[in-house]
């Protein structure tokens, strides 16, 4: 049963109704002739009448486009769903309606440069770029590739391509040789922007060795144009000279004839975006989105979800490798300034972020779950050493924010805050639960469901439960799921990732529940949920447990197969020079047991000097269990930290004598 917990934080009344939440709100009942008093009566309305709903938000949106047409939705069904089918629009032109001296992007890498662009100069930008690759040939449809950091110039990239009706495809300069490969082979980029080089963690780390190796390795790659980062842009000259293909940033837009930046206005379901999944069991996934379903949801997520305005600084700690990355540059269409960082989030000290965010005015500080967690192991507190006037929201994401990331946020980083908890995934570019400003923050729970997703949780029969954990499905269809997977020609994978449970419904593949308060719990990935003596645990749960333990920085959990049953095993990283013994075992045991059952109890608490996670910052509970069990991990290129992998192979802890 959900935690009937007092609430963290609440907002007041005249607040409410400054929140562009409500001003939609008030709109809905005087367009449609409705009385909904308050978000759940919205959402319930917009799950009811998703083509009223939808239409309203394009409306409300000011959704540039040069036909909108007058059905929202031909075809309802999953998958398949025909939403907008008359319209003709272009993402980056809904990017680009604001053209003035407004800041639009400030960059700041990790050795302390700052670049800053007006709306104005990235309209300016993104024109000439536009024609440098119209000049290379790139037309509607093509594919274009970036392997860079988060910077100004990955911005103008995108928005250059996709002017052209072009598809974007990105991941970030730490992905090894492989990973590159394994997503950007089977898309065949025309073109490939890429970096000489990045700062991590106080060191410059050489990218030119991999970008000889992709080049030759990707045939389709005509032209590597070569952003300079970490060199000088006349170093960088020098350090391409024999690089197959290769060209400067500098030198292929000024090769390029002039010419006016125009906006290909391709149909809604026109691709825009190639992302993939993690890839941690196979090939990942080349997951494709749409121009419109994309724009309109990150539209409803920012401008009602996150009440985002011109008036404010938006940042998102991401790496282009991550969805957050496109779903930060959307903020675009509504006129914030957005925060670009690059490098480590620790360097040179913890508080770096929020020396940045005291600098900037950041007033929607987004970051993962990973890193307020590590945050509070380091004792940063940035309340008292900081003054963050502007901050006015903090989003979490990556992975279920523990009760006590909730209380930390509110005790040592800002009192008066809308704390927002989000979760959706690659899969959809967005979200299914998520922050809402005029709705209190309860620990441990993301505040509400999307507006327009008909979100459920299903029992194992597949019926709606409430207060009870289950299957975190969409009962109807939505603007933003995929256009289906790359070289998928039949849709057969596409079926089998989301639809193979319950036909025409999607399952994502989360278990969840949904609580009294319409609020949402996530506990775990279901393909991670532990299964001791048939009882279904989201590792979650165990997890917000393992966090109170004060010697403990860090955990992975996993279910070992035992006998005819499941066991549960807990690695744990510990804080330098301890060392994991009776007492401390016995600890970490007792904590456990006394907020959940005996059933989460570990049967194995095993030390380990560092635990694997995904690029992003996921720990991979499935790729350690395959471990466990003997059996090969099939892309360990996903992996940030895919040697870590070798320190849960052969255990005596785990053997199975």
């Given at each position: 049963m959900s935690?009937?917990?007092?609430?963290?934080?609440?907002?007041?009344?005249?607040?409410?109704?400054?929140?562009?939440?409500?001003?939609?709100?008030?709109q809905v009942n005087e367009q449609y002739q409705q009385s909904l008093p308050d978000y759940h009566a919205?959402?319930?309305?917009?799950?009811?009448?998703?083509?009223?709903?939808?239409?309203?938000?394009?409306?409300?949106?000011?959704?540039?486009?040069?036909?909108?047409?007058?059905?929202?939705?031909?075809?309802?069904?999953?998958?398949?769903?025909?939403?907008?089918?008359?319209?003709?629009?272009?993402?980056?032109?809904?990017?680009?309606?604001?053209?003035?001296?407004?800041?639009?992007?400030?960059?700041?890498?990790?050795?302390?440069?700052?670049?800053?662009?007006?709306?104005?100069?990235?309209?300016?930008?993104?024109?000439?770029?536009?024609?440098?690759?119209?000049?290379?040939?790139?037309?509607r449809g093509d594919r274009v590739a970036g392997f860079m950091p988060n910077i100004i110039d990955t911005v103008v990239a995108m928005l250059a391509t996709t002017s052209l009706g072009a598809i974007w495809t990105s991941c970030s300069p730490d992905f090894g040789i492989n990973g590159v490969l394994d997503r950007f082979g089977q898309v065949e980029p025309k073109i490939l922007f890429a970096?000489?080089?990045?700062?991590?963690?106080?060191?410059?780390?050489?990218?030119?060795?991999?970008?000889?190796?992709?080049?030759?390795?990707?045939?389709?790659?005509?032209?590597?144009?070569?952003?300079?980062?970490?060199?000088?842009?006349?170093?960088?000259?020098?350090?391409?000279?024999?690089l197959d293909r290769a060209i400067t940033l500098d030198e292929f837009v000024a090769k390029a004839p002039?010419?006016?930046?125009?906006?290909?206005?391709?149909?809604?379901?026109?691709?825009?975006?190639?992302?993939?999944?993690?890839?941690?069991?196979?090939?990942?996934?080349?997951?494709?989105?749409?121009?419109?379903?994309?724009?309109?949801?990150?539209?409803?997520?920012?401008?009602?979800?996150?009440?985002?305005?011109?008036?404010?600084?938006?940042?998102y700690f991401t790496t282009c490798g991550w969805m957050m990355w496109n779903w930060l540059v959307s903020g675009l269409a509504c006129g914030a300034t957005l925060v670009l960082y690059d490098g480590s989030p620790f360097y040179p000290a913890a508080q770096c972020l929020w020396d940045m965010a005291d600098e900037e005015g950041i007033s929607v500080f987004g970051t993962s779950a990973k890193y307020i967690a590590a945050l509070e192991k380091a004792d940063c507190k940035p309340r008292e050493s900081h003054k963050l006037e502007r901050l006015r929201a903090v989003l979490s994401t990556g992975s279920p924010l523990a009760h006590e990331g909730f209380r930390y946020v509110y005790r040592d980083i800002k009192s008066d805050v809308c704390l927002s908890s989000i979760s959706g995934g690659t899969d959809i570019v967005s979200c299914f639960a998520l922050g809402n400003p005029t709705l209190p923050v309860y620990p441990g729970e993301l505040q509400c469901r999307g507006l327009g997703m008909a979100v459920q949780v299903w029992s194992d029969d597949g019926k709606p439960v409430l207060e009870e954990k289950g299957e975190l499905v969409c009962a109807s269809s939505f603007p933003c799921m995929p256009i289906g997977f790359w070289n998928d020609a039949d849709g057969s994978k596409y079926h089998g990732a989301y639809f193979d449970s319950w036909p025409g419904v999607w399952a994502h593949g989360d278990y969840a529940e949904i609580t009294e308060h319409g609020g949402v719990i996530i506990y775990g990935r279901s393909d991670a949920v532990l299964n001791p003596g048939g009882v279904r645990i989201g590792t979650a749960e165990?997890?917000?447990?393992?966090?109170?333990?004060?010697?403990?920085?860090?955990?992975?959990?996993?279910?070992?197969?035992?006998?005819?049953?499941?066991?549960?095993?807990?690695?744990?990283?510990?804080?330098?020079?301890?060392?994991?013994?009776?007492?401390?075992?016995?600890?970490?045991?007792?904590?456990?047991?006394?907020?959940?059952?005996?059933?989460?109890?570990?049967?194995?608490?095993?030390?380990?000097?560092?635990?694997?996670?995904?690029?992003?910052?996921?720990?991979?509970?499935?790729?350690?269990?395959?471990?466990?069990?003997?059996?090969?991990?099939?892309?360990?290129?996903?992996?940030?930290?895919?040697?870590?992998?070798?320190?849960?192979?052969?255990?005596?802890?785990?053997?199975?004598?």
């Open positions: 935690n009937p917990a007092q609430p963290l934080w609440q907002p007041t009344a005249a607040t409410i109704a400054t929140t562009q939440m409500d001003q939609f709100r008030r919205l959402y319930q309305w917009s799950v009811e009448n998703r083509e009223q709903f939808w239409n309203q938000l394009w409306d409300f949106g000011q959704v540039v486009a040069s036909v909108r047409g007058s059905q929202v939705l031909g075809r309802d069904s999953m998958p398949g769903a025909e939403w907008f089918p008359e319209a003709r629009l272009n993402f980056a032109e809904n990017l680009l309606r604001f053209r003035d001296d407004k800041p639009a992007l400030i960059e700041r890498l990790e050795n302390g440069s700052r670049r800053e662009l007006s709306y104005g100069q990235l309209f300016e930008n993104v024109e000439r770029l536009a024609a440098a690759l119209a000049a290379a040939g790139v037309v970096c000489e080089g990045y700062f991590y963690n106080g060191k410059v780390i050489d990218s030119l060795p991999r970008l000889q190796q992709i080049v030759e390795q990707i045939d389709s790659i005509q032209k590597l144009v070569v952003v300079p980062v970490a060199r000088s842009a006349q170093q960088t000259a020098e350090g391409i000279v024999g002039a010419r006016p930046l125009t906006f290909e206005q391709t149909e809604f379901n026109h691709p825009l975006y190639i992302m993939y999944s993690s890839g941690t069991t196979g090939v990942p996934k080349c997951i494709v989105h749409g121009v419109g379903g994309t724009l309109l949801q990150h539209i409803k997520e920012h401008r009602l979800h996150t009440d985002i305005s011109r008036d404010d600084t938006l940042f165990i997890y917000r447990q393992v966090e109170k333990v004060e010697e403990v920085l860090d955990s992975i959990c996993i279910g070992q197969d035992w006998g005819d049953d499941v066991r549960v095993v807990l690695f744990v990283v510990l804080r330098q020079g301890l060392t994991l013994d009776e007492e401390l075992t016995q600890k970490i045991r007792a904590t456990i047991r006394a907020n959940t059952t005996p059933r989460h109890v570990p049967a194995k608490v095993i030390q380990v000097a560092d635990i694997p996670r995904t690029i992003s910052g996921k720990v991979v509970e499935l790729a350690v269990r395959n471990v466990v069990h003997g059996k090969p991990v099939k892309n360990q290129e996903a992996l940030a930290n895919p040697q870590a992998l070798k320190l849960f192979e052969n255990l005596p802890e785990l053997a199975t004598e």
